[in-house]
């Protein structure tokens, strides 16, 4: 291959290579724009230690909670995810045909979990997924909202005994955000078999209930005016309607509000409404032992747009100064969904009840980001840099490198055959590596080596046969 030319290989559908083609860079005479796509972005080293740490946190959580972990296609088939999102499919991105299949990138991990538990004929699992998501809506990087970005699940699938899953679900949500030290946080929750009841109780047409929901959910973003003229003027709904319904989603409040709608007499005719707050009531219960009722806010104005939620259903919100990151939008959401299994299944009879919490990991990463200002936060692991001291050493060098290394000590050294001293150890102390073990001649000659604690820069003299133990130690000890 001639310099300058790059050759690429055709390939036909069956995977034969059908042709060769040759592409001269020098014939490209247009700049390339260098820019990531809208609503994406780069991470550097700095910024990836940072996720890193993030995702070991939440992690951390889903195992404490027994959650095994499984990874799924980041694309589905197109159908698998038709009809499953109600407003939201708009934002689906849609692949051409491929193969003779229709598909479409993953607009969440909970769809795809429900077809992998239908698929496996599973009856019960508590699974988390770390995976990157995608999504064809309006960008806002500086507020964590992206179009390629990563959804965090913890999900329990199964019939079980009524608000236990869904507890820990929230449990398990607090957890991280507390873990993480994201601020001050409250969790909204609210249940979709109440939102029905409401829409009944008010007059609302059965045909209707989810688009006028969908209207209420923007309540967190919009004044009540807004929401309002909505409803009347493209829903088409009476403005008697409307104002009975802004008598219930414009309450919130804990318990008492729960017990304060079990007495109101429209509600009291609805059997979902009934059904709906026996459970938040049950679920203040549970919340209040694991101690996170605290945290709760029954708010009735939270409908989440998703269309396969069909119980209880919360998400976390700021309430601090980070608030103005986020924009007011949630860090974290949820609910119960029992018939999106089924709904893959030929008879859909056989459901499988399910429950989860996706974390919003961008939009928590922003905050982060935002507060972190140290430029020498380290961005590698490497626990020990060797270092030579003089010319001539650099065989030596590769061998202490190598008895660390398969040691299992996280080791590197200079790509250079004759390293300045001074620069080596402005290295390990740019990337704040721990210790630095320097070889010199004369210690050679005497079968030892110089370790030196980067931070203080105190040396000791350790032979070659105790230095692995040594820094084994110390590691205990960091």
Request: glycine letters at 8%; one cysteine or more.
């Given at each position: 291959m ?16 059908s ?73 689906i ?11 479409a990138l ?8 429900a ?39 913890f ?7 009524p ?14 955000l507390?873990?993480?030290g994201?601020?001050e ?13 409401m ?6 047409p ?16 919009a ?12 829903k ?17 409040g ?15 005719c ?5 059904e ?26 939270l ?6 939620y ?17 924009g007011?939008g ?11 299994v ?10 499988i ?12 990463f ?11 936060s380290?961005t ?32 590197e ?8 001293l ?6 390990c102390e740019?990337?704040r590596?721990?210790?630095?073990v ?41």
């Open positions: 001639k310099k300058g030319n790059i050759t690429l290989s055709s390939y036909s559908a069956e995977g034969a290579i042709s060769h083609k040759v592409f001269d860079s020098k014939s490209i005479k247009e700049p390339v724009l260098l820019k990531t796509p809208k609503g994406t972005r780069d991470y550097g080293p700095k910024a990836m230690a940072l996720r890193q740490r993030l995702l070991d946190q939440v992690v951390g959580v889903f195992r404490k909670h027994g959650a095994e972990t499984i990874d799924t296609p980041v694309f589905e088939r197109k159908e698998v995810l038709a009809g499953r999102y109600g407003d939201e499919a708009k934002l991105y849609e692949l051409k045909d491929q193969g003779g299949e229709l598909l993953r607009y969440d991990l909970t769809v795809p979990f077809r992998y538990v239908g698929m496996n004929n599973l009856s019960n699992v508590k699974r988390y997924h770390i995976a990157k998501v995608y999504r064809r809506d309006n960008p806002q990087l500086a507020r964590g909202r992206y179009r390629e970005f990563y959804q965090c699940d999900d329990i699938a199964g019939a079980y005994d608000l236990l899953p869904d507890t820990e679900c929230l449990k398990v949500m607090c957890e991280i507390l873990e993480v994201v601020g946080f409250v969790v909204k929750l609210n249940h979709r078999k109440l939102l029905d009841g829409m009944e109780a008010c007059g609302v059965t045909e209707q209930f989810r688009s006028v929901c969908s209207a209420i959910d923007k309540l967190d973003k004044p009540w005016d807004e929401v309002r003229q909505e409803l009347v003027e493209q088409g709904l009476a403005e008697e309607t409307v104002d009975r319904i802004r008598e219930y989603v414009t309450l919130q804990g318990l008492e509000l729960v017990n304060r709608l079990a007495d109101d007499e429209k509600l009291k609805v059997p979902s409404a009934k709906a707050l026996n459970d938040v009531r049950l679920l203040f219960e549970y919340c209040n032992i694991f101690q996170v009722a605290d945290r709760i806010s029954f708010d009735l104005s409908a989440r747009g998703l269309d396969y069909t119980g209880v259903i919360y998400e976390a919100v700021l309430v601090g100064d980070d608030k103005q990151v986020t007011g949630s860090v974290a959401g949820g609910g119960r969904y029992d018939n999106l089924g709904s893959f299944k030929p008879n859909r009879k056989q459901q009840p399910c429950v989860g919490v996706s974390i919003g990991v961008e939009r928590l922003s905050i982060i980001e935002a507060r972190t200002v140290d430029e020498r380290r590698t692991e490497t626990e020990v840099y060797v270092a030579s001291a003089h010319r001539g050493l650099h065989l030596r060098r590769l061998e202490i490198l190598n008895r660390l290394w398969e040691a299992g000590i996280k080791a050294h200079s790509y250079r055959m004759i390293p300045k001074l620069v080596q150890l402005q290295y740019e990337r590596i721990p210790y630095a320097i070889v010199g001649e004369g210690e050679l000659a005497r079968g030892v080596v110089k370790l030196r604690e980067v931070a203080t820069r105190n040396e000791e003299e350790l032979s070659l046969d105790t230095l692995i133990e040594t820094i084994r130690s110390r590691r205990c000890v960091a």
